[in-house]
Structure formats: structure tokens, C-alpha cells
């Protein structure tokens, strides 16, 4: 019962974490890390990373973890959210993202890096006379895919 109910909650939210886990299961710390290592053993499931590690059903693709890794954290999750709701030919600068979501323009920009790097996110040029830092727009690198992915991994 304990087993399948972990099992059920990775399949269901894949690359949660094991504080999460053991929240949304409601039973104790050994309990969760007992299931946790039986089911590893057992190749039913994978840990991603080393510290805080996110946990897959084994049959997710390994580049579909790093993007879902990226996608669960919560800044990066804020400003895909935010670019998703934006019509394609509308950009957001760094600034803008960080007034809308409340967070310093340095966290904004290390979850901007990540996401363009994992091509969830592309940078544009909106003025391409002015060589300035403040003309950079943001917008998500193709919507149609991303939203069938979001669906798919049910983020």
C-alpha cells in the first residue's frame, strides 16, 4: 500500500522531491527513505542529483528529467508560467519578469540563464539599434511543444 502510493505520487508528479514526497504522503521520514532505496533497488524508479534530488519513474527519458528538473523549480516555474501567457509576438524584459513575480534581478537572471539553456526560453533583441542589456525580451521558444510537455509530465 505504502509502496504503490509512492510509486503512484512519482508517476503522477515526476521529479518531486523527496520533501514532498514525504508531505503529500503524510508518513515519516524513514518510511518514505525505507520505499524510497526498496524501489531504487528494484529499478522502478531513478534519483536525478545528488543533494537535492528529484525522483523519476525509470522509463522518463534523461532529457526530459533536466527539463523537468528546471520546470520544478518555483522561480523558473513562475516565469515559464508568466511567458506561456503572453502572445508570441510579446516579450518581457528581466525587469518587467522581476516586478511581476517579486524577485531580485539577479535570481531572475540565473533562472533565465537555465531556461535558455535548456531551450524553454529564447532571447531576443527588441531594439537592435540600441546595444543595451535593458533591450533583451524573453519569450518561450515554442509554446505549442511546451504545452504538450507541461501536459504530458503534468506540470
Known amino acids: 500500500m505504502r509502496r504503490e ?17 514525504i508531505r503529500k504522503t503524510n508518513l ?12 531504487m533497488d528494484d529499478g522502478v524508479i531513478e534519483k536525478e542529483g545528488i543533494k537535492r534530488g528529484k525522483y523519476f519513474i525509470k522509463k522518463i527519458p534523461k ?39 517579486q524577485k531580485s534581478g539577479s535570481t531572475i537572471s540565473v533562472s533565465l540563464k537555465n531556461l535558455q539553456k535548456n531551450h524553454i526560453v529564447e532571447r531576443i533583441i527588441m531594439n537592435k539599434t540600441a546595444k543595451l542589456t535593458n533591450d533583451l525580451g524573453y519569450k518561450i521558444f515554442n509554446k505549442k511543444f511546451w504545452t504538450s510537455f507541461c501536459v504530458k509530465y503534468n506540470l
Open 5 to 21: 502510493s509512492i510509486v503512484e505520487l512519482i508517476q503522477e508528479l515526476p521529479g518531486i522531491s523527496y520533501n514532498e514526497i
Open 28 to 39: 515519516s521520514n524513514g518510511v518514505v527513505s525505507h520505499y524510497l532505496i526498496k524501489l
Open 63 to 101: 532529457k526530459d528529467r533536466v527539463i523537468i528538473t528546471a520546470l520544478r523549480n518555483k522561480t523558473n516555474n513562475e516565469i515559464f508560467k508568466i511567458l506561456m501567457q503572453k502572445p508570441d509576438e510579446n516579450m518581457l524584459t528581466s525587469k518587467e519578469i522581476s516586478k511581476k513575480i
